[in-house]
Each structure stands twice: as C-alpha cells, then as structure tokens.
C-alpha cells in the first residue's frame, strides 16, 4: 500500500511539474532564441572568450611561410638612432631588401610628413649657415624623393590608417589603388566604413606599387580577434595591407569581393577564395608570438642577414621597438606587435589555416537553444530530479565536444556557449517549478497524512476503549476461586487485532457445579467482537437461570443467539457442566476443537462426542451432552483455531499434535496457569516474528476431587 501510494505521488508530481513548468519554459526557450539572435554584448563576450580558450589551448602551429617582418626593433634603434630615421636610410633599407630578393614589400609604417633630416629641411631649419653651404644642401637630393625612387624600383604597399568621422585625417590618396572586382552586388553596405585616412606625403604615395589598409580593428574588450580584409573610405573600397601583398606576391591582376544574400561570403585574390564572415572580416588563426618571424633592420642594412633569408618572401615592414610599436592583445598574446597580427594573416591564408565561421552557424545556434531547450522541457518531468543534472552535463560535454571537433577538424568556430546556457536555464526552470509542485504536494500529503493519523488515534482510542470493555466483560482475576481447592480455573485471550470474536467464560452455578465455555465467532474485528459479547451475554444468561443441563443450555443459547443475528455471524462453542463432587463433567459441542484430557501416566485424550454444527447454523438444532469422567488430577485445555492455525513465516501451521505433544510433556501436577503460559510461549516462538492472523483464546481446568475450602 505504502508503494503504490508513492509510486502515486511520483506519477502526480511528474505531472504538475509537467504541466505548470511547460508553459514557462516554452516562453523562456522563445526569449533566449531571440536574445540570441539580436546577440547582445554579454552573449557576444561569452562566445569570443569561448573561440579565445580555444586558440590558447591550441593555437596554430607554426610552421615556416614567406613571410618575413624587418624589424625596427630597440637593437636597430640603439646602432642606426632614434626614429624616425632620414628616408635616405629608409631607401637604404628598401634596396637592400629588394637586392635580397623578396618580391614585394609592405610598410606598417606611416610618412604622413616631410622629412625633416631632408638636406632642404635642414638648410631651413639651420639659420647660422652660410649662404653657399645652404645653397650646397638644397641641391642635393631630397630624401623623399630618394625613398620615392626605391619605391619605385620595387613593389611597394604603403599602409593607409582608415579613421571614422571626427579622428581628423583626410580623403583617401588618388594613387594607386587596387583593382577590385564585385560578384553578387554591392558589398559596401556590409563593410566596415570609415571617413578619412591617415596616409603618407604624396610624394611617397605615388611611387608605392598600391595602397591598403592598415586597421585591425579589436573587438569590444579590446582583443583582435578578425581583422577585415577590404573595408571602405569615403565610399571607396580599399583592401587590407595582408591581402593586398598577397595579391601583389601572386600577380594577381584583381581581388574579388564575393556577396550573397547575407552580406559577404569570401574575398577572392588568385585562384583562391578566403572565407569571411558578411563584414568582410577574417578570423585570424594565431600562433604565439615567434621570433623567427623577425629580422633585425639594422642586420638587414649592414649586410648580416643570411642569404636567401628575404628571397622570394614577403616582407612587412614594422616594429617591435615599445617606444614605436603598435601592440594589441590576441587571444594568444596580451601583447602582439600589430606587424606581427599582418603576418599571421598572411601566413594563415597562404597555408590554408585561416579560421571561418559561416553565417548559417547563427541558424544552426539558434536552432540548438530550441531543439534542447525542448529536450530540457520533456525531459526534467520525466526522470528523477537527481538525473536532470547528469543529462545536463552529458548535454553540455556533447556540444563542447562538437565545438572543439569543428575547431580542430575543420577550422570552424561553433559557439555551444548560447545553446548551454540557454537549455541550463531551462532545466533549472524546470527542476525549479518541479519542485515548487513537489513543495505543494507534499505539504498537501502531509496535511492528509496528519489528519490520517489523528483519524487513526481517533479510532486506536476508540479500539482500545472497545478492547478495555470487550476483555472486561470476560473474567479476569486470577486464581478466580482462590477459596477452592477441589479445582483450579485460567483462561488467556489474545485478539488478533485491537478486539477480537473469540471468547471464553466460567462461572459456579451453585456450590457443588462449575460452567465453563470457550467459543470463537466466525470473523474478526469490530463486528465479530459484538457478536461475541451479545453470544457471551446470551450464553450466560441461560446458564445462569438454574440450568445445570447444559444441552439443554446450547440450545437454548442458539435460538436466543440466532435471533440477535442479523449479520449471520456463527459462533463454534465447547461447553461444560463439571459436578464438583463426584468429576462427571458434561459436554456440549457446537461445531468447536473438542477439549484435551490430561491425565498422569497416558496420553493426552480429545474428548470427542456427538456434538453438532455451530450456533446460528441450524435452529432448533437438537444439541446432545456427551459424558466423561474426571478423575482426581485430569486437566482440561480447551483452545480456539488460532492456536492450531497459528503459522510461521513458511506458512507451517500450528497444528493441534504439537499443541498435545506440548501438554503432554508437562508435570503432572502443573498448574492452569502454567499450562496455558508453556502453550502460548511456545505458540509466539513458533511463529517466529510472524504477525499473529487470528484471536487466540486457551482456557485451562484442573480437577483435584477434594471438597477442602479455605
């Protein structure tokens, strides 16, 4: 009983939770995909630190690429001094490159102002010169003309800082500008746009083989994550410094700006097409910061660098120097040289390691945070509370898992971040209101289970009273004729439950005549327990009118009886007149155990006789008397079938030959009373802990012959 009503109360919390948390959760899993689509800095944050933990865990491989950044490194600023250095120098430095064989030469670095250590300049700004030695310096070369020269000997991409409206700088040069084909539409409206640019003197930019952009620009924490590949000014596209020298590197005569209907799909420069995402920007696959990508730009102007070290390589030129540097945190890095970031994109574009993240993958999110925020809202009511989180967490591994294959296998950044956190909320709504229902149910149950219980002290108040009145009505003092030594009387009943149908009585009728009766009312419990009182009471009451006949008296006993029976109850009755002074004992036997006869020196006897069926059975029923003889000593023990039908927990049963075997082997002159406590120990170890199944009543006579009173 007691699982079935938790099993009951499982099925019904599982349903409250199923129902009262459905709604919620269905309204939270619609929020979460829309939060998810407007992609709001905080979602944003935790999906660009996931890609972060992912580079720092595993970052590209570095593997050698022809791509080489001179360096104006603090060592260069120590042997050749302080920036910036005459263009002279610079030209210097660019021949000397070229001579090394590198095909192309890209600069991070800005001249957006006249050289001031020009000779001409220096004839300016020198006024105690004499007339001749100034007129001497203003007519040798002027030093952007001869970086103008060796830009024009090489193939040269000068850097252009692409700034927003109010940052100052001025339109984009007219000189040299890449050739830029569009395939699918317009791209501009998906690019970043920029107003002006900070750029270096015409003079220079117009010897440069062409122009690019030098912007990175890092995300909202400040960390350069994508940089974009083409981006506009005033209108105008103009490509980054990377994929503009690896345009220049190949020859290729054009770069090609791919759009579909999300915006832009990939930049084409060759036979190669490198995936963006629809701004145009490329995911920079990092390594950690490598030495050897560098060389020191003072070696490189004094000859010491290694032969074939520059050929055929791309070169950027930058520095690493604190003082001069443009440094940016990546995610593999808290500080990267901004010429260092233009490398790795070179590198990884022209090894095949660039990062993608397709923007189908924001569908494929969003459609996660329903698809398991549905699992999440099926699931919880189903399982034990204990189990969510354990699918929960196997959920979170499995999308981690997928987004560190797509990263490893393929290149691709997945972000589960959305979809965890959004089926976390979920489960937690749902465990929330499951237990909420489960709160409720069971402060309900305990309400039931309180007023149950008062019910049932109520009625074990009740029973009790019915027990005290029920076994009062019985006699229950013992030794009950203590004045008597021509015999000795004990009885034990023992009701099943709180009351009983067994019963048993005694009585003198006169001087020299004992009554005595055992009986047991078919059924149990309450109503057994009055039918039992109101036989007892009948059964007495005929006995007592002067009645020493005592077949006379059961027959009587079952009219009056069946009578007062309106629930056909039947009652088994052993009944016995003893004459006291000589032992003829007569007996009565409705449907009843005939008693034992124990008597010294022979085996314990059942007096059986004639009798007939049960009281209530038969009206009328003509109940004969059957006659023994008691000699000095015999005992009598009479007993109801819950002696004989007690059982053990193997379902063995009593019997009356163990109860007989029992008897017989006690002392010949034990007592009623030890009589009926050696049968009932040995009843209650025989059963062994098994509950007692029905009343037990045993009533014991000993006739000593002597009419001797105290």
């Known amino acids: 009983m007691a699982t079935l009503m938790v099993s009951r109360t499982l099925d019904r919390l599982r349903s409250l939770g199923r129902w009262q948390g459905t709604p919620l959760a269905l309204a939270l899993i619609i929020v ?97 010169l004499d007339a001749e030695t100034r007129e001497r310096l203003r007519a040798l070369p002027r030093n952007d003309e001869l970086l103008g020269m060796a830009f024009h000997q090489t193939k040269v991409v000068l850097g252009v800082g692409a700034l927003r409206a109010g940052e100052g700088g001025g339109p984009l040069p007219p000189f040299a500008r890449a050739p830029i084909r569009e395939v699918g539409g317009d791209p501009r409206e998906f690019l970043p746009a920029f107003d002006g640019t900070l750029h270096s003197i015409a003079t220079l930019a117009s010897k440069a083989t062409s122009q690019a952009s030098l912007t990175v ?81 003072a070696d490189v102007l004094e000859g010491k660098v290694p032969a074939g070290r520059l050929n055929r390589h791309v070169v950027l030129i930058g520095s690493s120097s604190l003082g001069l540097g443009d440094f940016q945190a990546t995610p593999v890095e808290a500080r990267m040289p901004g010429v260092e970031i233009h490398a790795q994109v070179i590198e990884s574009i022209l090894t095949g390691a660039t990062l993608s993240r397709p923007s189908w993958l924001d569908y ?93 002290a109520r009625i074990e108040g009740e029973l009790s009273a019915a027990r005290s009145i029920q076994l009062g009505i019985l006699p229950r003092t ?132 004639v009798g007939g069926p049960p009281l209530c059975v038969v009206d009328d029923y003509p109940y004969p008397a059957d006659a023994f003889q008691l000699e000095s000593g015999d005992a009598l023990v009479l007993v109801t079938d819950g002696v004989t039908e007690a059982h053990n927990g193997a379902r063995a049963l009593y019997g009356m030959a163990r109860a007989e075997a029992l008897i017989s082997h006690q002392p010949e002159a034990a007592a009623p009373q030890a009589l009926i406590e050696t049968l009932y120990a040995d009843i209650i170890a025989f059963a062994d802990g098994t509950p007692q199944s029905d009343d037990i009543a045993i009533l014991a006579l000993r006739y000593y012959g002597t009419r001797e009173t105290r």
């Open 478 to 609: 013992f030794p009950a004729f203590p004045d008597r030594r021509d015999f000795d009387i004990h009885a034990l009943l023992e009701p099943a439950s709180a009351v009983g149908g067994d019963l048993y009585d005694f009585a003198l009728i006169d001087d020299d005549h004992l009554f005595f009766m055992v009986g047991d009312v078919s059924g149990k419990g309450v109503q057994a327990a009055l039918f039992m009182a109101i036989s007892k009471a009948l059964y007495k009451s005929n006995m007592l009118r002067g009645q020493v006949a005592i077949d006379q008296v059961m027959r009587e006993a079952n009219r009056e009886i069946t009578r007062e029976n309106a629930a056909n109850f039947f009652v088994t009755v052993v009944a016995g007149v003893l004459d006291l002074r000589t032992g003829l004992l007569a007996l009565s036997n409705a449907g009843h155990d005939a008693p034992m006869l124990v008597r010294a020196g022979q085996p314990v006897r059942r007096l059986d006789g």
């Open 364 to 456: 494929v999110e969003i459609a996660l945070i329903v698809v398991f925020g549905a699992f999440a809202t099926a699931l919880v009511p189903t399982v034990r509370p204990a189990i969510s989180p354990l699918f929960y967490g196997a959920l979170v591994i499995l999308m981690l898992a997928g987004a560190w294959i797509a990263y490893d296998r393929f290149q691709v950044l997945f972000d589960p971040t959305a979809p965890a956190l959004a089926s976390g909320i979920v489960f937690t709504v749902m465990l929330m209101t499951a237990r909420v229902a489960a709160e409720r149910e069971r402060r309900r149950l305990a309400a039931a289970l309180e007023a149950q219980r008062r019910a049932a």
């Open 217 to 297: 620009m890092p995300e909202r924490d400040g960390v350069v994550r994508r940089v974009p590949l083409v981006v506009t000014v005033g209108g105008e596209l103009l490509p980054a410094l990377s994929i503009e020298l690896i345009r220049q590197a190949l020859n290729a005569p054009w770069m090609t700006i791919i759009r579909d209907g999300r915006g832009v799909s990939g930049v084409g420069v060759g036979p190669s097409v490198i995936p963006t995402a629809k701004d145009g920007r490329l995911w920079i696959h990092y390594t950690r910061h490598q030495p050897e990508r560098f060389v020191s730009a």
């Open 32 to 128: 979460l995909a829309v939060i998810r689509a407007l992609n709001p800095a905080p979602v944003d944050g935790l999906k660009l630190r996931l890609f972060d933990l992912l580079q720092e865990f595993q970052p590209r491989p570095y593997q050698a690429a022809p791509v080489v950044i001179v360096d104006i490194d603090e060592e260069s600023l120590e042997r050749l001094g302080q920036w910036p250095w005459p263009r002279n120098l610079m030209a210097r430095l660019i021949n000397g490159i070229a001579a090394a064989g590198a095909p192309v030469i890209g600069f991070d670095v800005l001249f957006p102002e006249v050289d001031r250590l020009s000779p001409e300049q220096v004839a300016e700004t020198l006024p105690t």
